[in-house]
C-alpha cells in the first residue's frame, strides 16, 4: 500500500490529465487558412462524463471490462487469468487489464509486456481509483484510448470512420468502436471492414449477454449496415 501512496501523490490533476494530449498533429495549411492535410495523430472534440453516449459507454464497459463498476482499479480474477497465461504461454496478454489499468498503460507507461510494466500498471491504477471517481476515469479512457488510425478518443475515431461527431453514435457505430480498442489494426473498418464487423457483433453479443441490450435491440444494431466515411483523399 505504500507503493500506491506514492504513485497518488505524484499523479498529475484531473484537469491536468484533460488537457495533455497524446502526441501532436501536424495541420498543412492553405494561405487562406483552410486545411489542406493533416498528418499524425488526431483528436476530436473532449466529451464529458454527461456529453459520452449512453451507448458507447455501455459497449465499452461491456466488452473491456464488465466488473468495472465493482473492482478498486484491479480485478483479482483478471490478474489470475493474465499471470497464468504469462506462465503457461511466456507473455502477457491485454486480457486480464481493467479499464483503470489500461488507462495507466495508455497515459504513464509502455505496452512492454513485462512483470514489472504489469506491476506498476496495477499500483497506478490502484492509486488513480483512488483519486479519480468511476465516471471521471470513464471520462479519461473513452477521451484518450486509442482507436485505430491515429485516432485518440471516441469523438476523433468516429469523425473518421463515421464522419460525424461521437453524440450521436448508434448503437452499431458503437459497437464498432469498442471493438476497436483489442486490436486497432487488426479491426480496423477502414482496413478490413469485414473483421471490424465480425467484432462488433461479438461486442453486442456481449452487451445483451451482460443485460445491457436486448437481444432484439443486439439483432436490430446491424453493424454491417453502418456507413462508413470516405477516405480522404
Do not use: C
Not at 484510448?145 to 461521437?166: E, M, N, T
Not at 477502414?190 to 451482460?210: I, P, S, W, Y
Amino acid at each position: 500500500m505504500i507503493a500506491v501512496a506514492v504513485a497518488y501523490s505524484t499523479l498529475p490533476s484531473y484537469a491536468e490529465l484533460k488537457s495533455s494530449p497524446n502526441g501532436q498533429m501536424i495541420r498543412v495549411r492553405a494561405a487562406d487558412g483552410t486545411i489542406l492535410v493533416s498528418m499524425g495523430p488526431s483528436y476530436g472534440q473532449w466529451l464529458d462524463y454527461g456529453q459520452l453516449p449512453q451507448t458507447m459507454k455501455t459497449a465499452m464497459v461491456a466488452v473491456e471490462d464488465r466488473r468495472f463498476r465493482q473492482h478498486p482499479g484491479v480485478d483479482p480474477l483478471g490478474i489470475a487469468r493474465s499471470f497464468y497465461v504469462r506462465a503457461t504461454k511466456g507473455r502477457f496478454t491485454q486480457g486480464g487489464s481493467t479499464i483503470t489499468q489500461q488507462l495507466a498503460r495508455n497515459v504513464f507507461l509502455t505496452n512492454d509486456r513485462t512483470w514489472t510494466r504489469k506491476l506498476r500498471e496495477m499500483i497506478l491504477a490502484l492509486a488513480l481509483e483512488r483519486k479519480f471517481s468511476k465516471d471521471q476515469i470513464l471520462e479519461l479512457y473513452l477521451n484518450r484510448v486509442y482507436f485505430g488510425g491515429g485516432a485518440y478518443g471516441v469523438d476523433a475515431a468516429s469523425r473518421k470512420f463515421f464522419g460525424h461527431a461521437a453524440n450521436t453514435l448508434s448503437l452499431g457505430e458503437a459497437a464498432i468502436i469498442a471493438g476497436l480498442v483489442k486490436a486497432p489494426s487488426n479491426y480496423s473498418p477502414t482496413a478490413d471492414a469485414k473483421a471490424a464487423v465480425g467484432r462488433a457483433k461479438v461486442v453486442l453479443q456481449v452487451m445483451a449477454a451482460n443485460g445491457a441490450i436486448t437481444a432484439d435491440e443486439a439483432a436490430t444494431a446491424s453493424p454491417a449496415r453502418v456507413k462508413l466515411a470516405p477516405e480522404p483523399r
